[in-house]
């Protein structure tokens, strides 16, 4: 039986910032988001991800391929290795189950892992065919723990495109959607922007892609943002009512 999606107070189209006494019934309606369907959410979510780290590192480790390794720019070489970058990196994989998390009904659940599932099959695609890594860098990982940990997981390889950006841009503007239709002020579409960023800023800055690695993973993110009806469907316009997707 498909849960009932919330309600909403108002369409996103004359959604107006929040103020500083608004911020209690903000908060309110995001913890509703969050507390609905909670649990199917976190099981959906946790799922999604086991599966695809398990497709993922069976290509990283047994690529069908010889492994081409990525060629370096000018941008690559002006980016130097920032340990501090590793905490942004790992992010992510709160940060892409925010959108699932304040997702108000199944529809725009399932809409929201069927394009995310499209965006990472196509990402796995290219791993098939095209295996790539990047250049090693000249870093003693020792050094630095939870770089070695990294480092003994995800070595660089399934470089390109780079779905840790692809993710991040993608949960972006699905994470603005659910933002604006909370009626969230300013500070917090900032916020979602500067998250995301940082996260893509993190994947040169621990040499775990390479500039185009990062320009690829944009474009993938565009196209599945452009081709998910159910990204922009309901997002303007409309009467009081129920959220829809």
């Not at 649990?39 to 599966?51: A, D, H, I, N, P």
Request: glycine share 10%; hydrophobic share 50%; aromatic share 14%.
């Amino acid at each position: 039986m498909e849960p009932h999606p919330l309600p909403v107070d108002e369409p996103a189209s004359r959604a107006v910032p929040e103020t500083a006494d608004d911020t209690p019934r903000l908060l309110a309606r995001i913890g509703a988001r969050l507390r609905h369907w909670w649990w199917f959410k976190g099981l959906g979510t946790s799922l999604f991800m086991y599966v695809f780290f398990q497709a993922y590192l069976e290509l990283l480790h047994h690529p069908l391929r010889p492994v081409f390794e990525m060629p370096l720019t000018w941008v690559d070489r002006q980016v130097g290795f920032q340990p501090w970058a590793l905490a942004v990196y790992a992010s992510l994989w709160i940060y892409v189950s925010l959108p699932a998390a304040l997702a108000p009904g199944f529809k725009r659940l399932f809409s929201l892992g069927l394009h995310m599932g499209c965006l990472c099959g196509v990402g796995l695609l290219c791993y098939v065919f095209w295996p790539t890594a990047v250049p090693p860098a000249d870093v003693d990982w020792g050094l630095y723990p939870g770089y070695s940990l990294l480092k003994g997981i995800d070595p660089g390889g399934n470089a390109c495109p780079s779905l840790h950006v692809a993710a991040a841009l993608y949960s972006a503007v699905w994470l603005g959607r659910e933002l604006r239709e909370l009626r969230c002020g300013l500070a917090w579409h900032w916020g979602n922007w500067l998250w995301s960023g940082l996260i893509v800023f993190s994947t040169l800055a621990t040499k775990q892609h390479v500039l185009l690695d990062v320009l690829a993973g944009s474009v993938l993110a565009a196209v599945a943002a452009a081709l998910s009806p159910g990204l922009w469907r309901g997002s303007h316009g409309g009467g009081r009512g129920r959220i829809t997707v």
